[in-house]
T-cell receptor, first 112, second 114 residues
């Protein structure tokens, strides 16, 4: 029972590079979200999706793109990495009407 | 001002002590209140949730909500070293189209000293 799987676990990027953080869940959850966690800031919502083909912006969406072509996958794209995007990124999923969100193990991203 | 404020800690207490963790919020639309526990270098895991004022108990853990004061608490009785973690409060405006958008506190790092 894999739950929410994020890849890669660690990544170092140079300023200006692009990359995609992968998130997959095998629980058939309709809701999926991306958060970033920074010291002293807690978890902040980047983008979220309530189903395949539907996405919307959260609190800190600038510099990130998402798409949701399948229920299982919700990739997060960094268009042109900046040092301010150095953070730990978490993907979460849940059923509609459920207060329990399942989180992945996180991706630690460093932009130099 | 942040929508959710949480005592940052860190907090260190001896094993067996009662621990009190707290959050305040400003958005009256929040209806659902959760506590997540996050071990070092892991993702958060839901510990407890509640949606009404009053207390909810689960073993050694009690979640308390006071909507009139916009204040929530998590109490841990008979604290154990395994309770050492960061505790995050989280809030949502509703379950139907709200649980995908959680608003978190900054987290309190708790250490239980054997």
């Amino acid at each position: 029972n894999a739950g929410v799987t994020q890849t890669p676990k660690f990544q170092v990027l140079k300023t200006g590079q692009s990359m995609t953080l992968q998130c997959a869940q095998d629980m058939n959850h309709e809701y999926m979200s991306w958060y970033r966690q920074d010291p002293g800031m807690g978890l902040r919502l980047i983008h979220y999706s309530v189903g395949a083909g539907i996405t919307d912006q959260g609190e800190v969406p600038n510099g990130y793109n998402v798409s949701r072509s399948t229920t299982e996958d919700f990739p997060l794209r960094l268009l042109s990495a900046a040092p301010s995007q150095t953070s730990v990124y978490f993907c979460a999923s849940s059923y509609p009407g459920s207060l329990k969100a399942f989180f992945g193990q996180g991706t630690r991203l460093t932009v130099v | 001002q942040k929508e959710v404020e949480q005592d940052p800690g860190p907090l260190s207490v001896p094993e067996g002590a009662i621990v009190s963790l707290n959050c305040t919020y400003s958005n009256s639309a929040f209806q659902y209140f959760m506590w997540y526990r996050q071990y070092s270098r892991k993702g958060p895991e839901l510990l407890m949730y509640t949606y009404s004022s009053g207390n909810k108990e689960d073993g050694r853990f009690t979640a308390q909500v006071d909507k009139s004061s916009k204040y929530i608490s998590l109490f841990i009785r008979d604290s154990q070293p395994s309770d050492s973690a960061t505790y995050l409060c989280a809030m949502s405006v509703g379950t139907n189209f709200g649980n995908e958008k959680l608003t978190f506190g900054t987290g309190t790092r708790l250490t239980i000293i054997p």
